[in-house]
């Protein structure tokens, strides 16, 4: 099911206020005319589709699954990512033409599809011990209780095991530019193990 319409004009905005999670404003994109869309959206959805899987939930390793995750965390990384603050090599060439109206309507359209778990193998004891370590960092009050995120938070229920182990190794070590700092912090000092352990939970939720 697709949820986005092609050449759809909206009305205009002067500004979009991204926040972090300590409320501050981090980023604002000013929007002088309309949110005119580049291209079809049904197109760049084919796209995507390649390395994030038809319905948004990623079958390849290492790939994060856009599937439910909130439409503002989606719209806010791939902004990051167009302005280079946020460097993934592999979208580069793709989001450089983005858009704000596409950035809206990709968005949009993932957030509305169901998140699937990816069927890689969960390791109950690394779970539970995930789940401990959840509690003590406190990260539900970020995440929500259930994992699911909201407004600049990913959902990180059901996210890929591998992906997530990278991206919790890459925001301890402070090698995502332009994240969110308060995340940095939520993990500084957690071995690679507890991180694993961090992503069988996660993943299994
Ligand atoms: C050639 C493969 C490839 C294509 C095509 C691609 N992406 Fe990505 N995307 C990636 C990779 C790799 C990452 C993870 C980068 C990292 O490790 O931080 C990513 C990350 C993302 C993220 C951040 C997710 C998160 O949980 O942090 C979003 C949002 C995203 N992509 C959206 C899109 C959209 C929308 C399209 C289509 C316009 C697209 N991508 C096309 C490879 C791709
Ligand atoms: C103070 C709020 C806060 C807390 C606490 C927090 N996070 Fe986060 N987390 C964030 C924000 C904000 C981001 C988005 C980072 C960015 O800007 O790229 C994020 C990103 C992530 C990502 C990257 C997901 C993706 O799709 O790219 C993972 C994984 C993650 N958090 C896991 C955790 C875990 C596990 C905990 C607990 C140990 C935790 N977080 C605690 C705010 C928080």
Known sequence: MIHVREATWR???SGLLLRTAAGVI???ISITGALAQSASVVERIKQCAACHGEDGNSQMANLPSLAGQPEF???NQLFLMREGVRKVDAMAALVKDLKDGDLQALAKHYAAQPPKASGEPIDPALAQRGSELAATRRCGSCHQPALTGADQIPRIAKQRV???VTALKELRDGKRPGADTL???AVAGLSDADLTALA???ASR
Request: glycine share 0%; aromatic share 16%.
């Open 11 to 13: 009305p205009l905005l």
């Open 26 to 28: 981090s980023v604002i």
């Open 73 to 75: 965390f989606i719209i």
């Open 162 to 164: 591998d992906y997530l």
């Open 183 to 185: 995340m940095s912090q």
């Open 200 to 202: 069988h939970f996660a």
